[in-house]
């Protein structure tokens, strides 16, 4: 059997605010930002935890962590319970958040890691073995002996995820690591994020907004709303079962009024080109190719599967079928 690296069993972690209800009172209110989850991941994977703000992501990893104490359940990282061994956990995983720093501000980039090394106590032989490596892979080069405050943020995060690994961690907890980097920043990240689950086996959690990470890295994923999990499967199965409809985008030779096609709707006429929904349960693709052939010449066509993130969005305000919220 697999081994499960994070076990996290019927968590809570729930919060009093008080509310004003009229001039002079305020009422005590119970909020749960955690609701019951539970979920385990199997030792060298790299799972996705997406779901909207004030989901309870955040609040997840900061449990997982050791920083917040659940308020019920149980969780175990490594083998170990985070609020209570928080030290010896520290020295078996990583943590990068988007928003914060483990970086000293105005040292340079170097010294930030050898600083680190010495918290960690690395070995000196494997430090440089590291650093050469992720040197390498995150084109460090260029400004490890920049101060971090000189850096812009594609570079910052790239230090930001070389601190979090120098220490050969078991279980990497990412929080938005690619939050307003550009393009090539982004793709640096992700390229170096495999590289390391494949050629090191580290447990990756990931939670992020931006759904090309999540399809880039991730084979799993879980989706939390109102603290609640929701989904805990595989993508490629929840574009199966949830993202239905597929588009067939076709050219005609000449421009034509949008096609009467049975099983499909027109659902955008650019020039001769026009694009037909369908359900992948009521027609396939080459039914419906064969009846628009019946109907103008054909001159191409292309089938685009359903988008990630319009998936996503609709569990968002709809929830999933059978989802008693």
């Given amino acids: 059997m697999a081994e499960h690296v994070i076990e996290v069993d019927g968590v809570e972690k729930r919060y009093v605010t008080r509310v004003k209800r009229g001039r002079l009172r305020r009422e005590r209110r119970l909020v749960k930002a955690v609701d019951g989850i539970s979920f385990a991941i199997e030792r060298g994977t790299i799972v996705g935890y997406l779901g909207p703000n004030g989901a309870g992501k955040s609040t997840t990893v900061k449990m997982l962590t050791g920083i917040l104490v659940p308020s019920g359940g149980r969780i175990r990282v490594a083998g170990l319970d985070p609020s209570r061994q928080r030290i010896e956990l520290a020295r078996r995983i990583g943590v990068v958040f988007g928003q914060r720093s483990q970086l000293w501000w105005d040292l340079p980039l170097r ?107 991730c084979s799993r994923l879980l989706i939390i709303d109102h603290g609640r ?80 993130e319009e998936i996503v969005a609709r569990i968002y305000s709809g929830g999933l079928p059978g989802d008693n919220r």
Avoid: C
């Fill in 111 to 217: 010294d930030s890691f050898d600083l680190l090394r010495h918290i960690y106590r690395v070995p000196s032989n494997r430090h440089r073995a590291n650093l050469a490596r992720f040197t390498e892979l995150l084109g460090l080069d260029a400004f490890v002996d920049t101060p971090v405050r000189q850096l812009s943020l594609g570079q910052r995060m790239r230090g930001e995820l070389t601190a979090a690994l120098l220490h050969d961690p078991e279980v990497v907890f990412l929080d938005e690591p690619t939050i307003g980097l550009d393009v090539v920043a982004k793709a640096a990240v992700r390229e170096f994020l495999a590289e390391v689950n494949r050629a090191r086996g580290v447990t990756v959690l990931l939670t992020t907004h931006d759904l090309a990470d999540i399809e880039r890295l």
């Fill in 229 to 308: 999990l929701i989904w805990d499967g595989g993508l490629d199965e929840l574009k199966r079962r949830y993202g239905q409809e597929r588009t067939l985008v076709i050219d005609l030779e000449e421009p034509a009024p949008p096609l009467e096609v049975p099983g499909a709707r027109v659902t955008k006429v650019d020039g001769p080109r026009q694009w037909l929904r369908f359900r992948r349960d009521e027609a396939t693709a080459a039914q419906l190719a064969t009846a628009v052939g019946l109907q103008a010449p054909l001159v191409d066509l292309a089938v685009e599967e359903p988008d990630i």
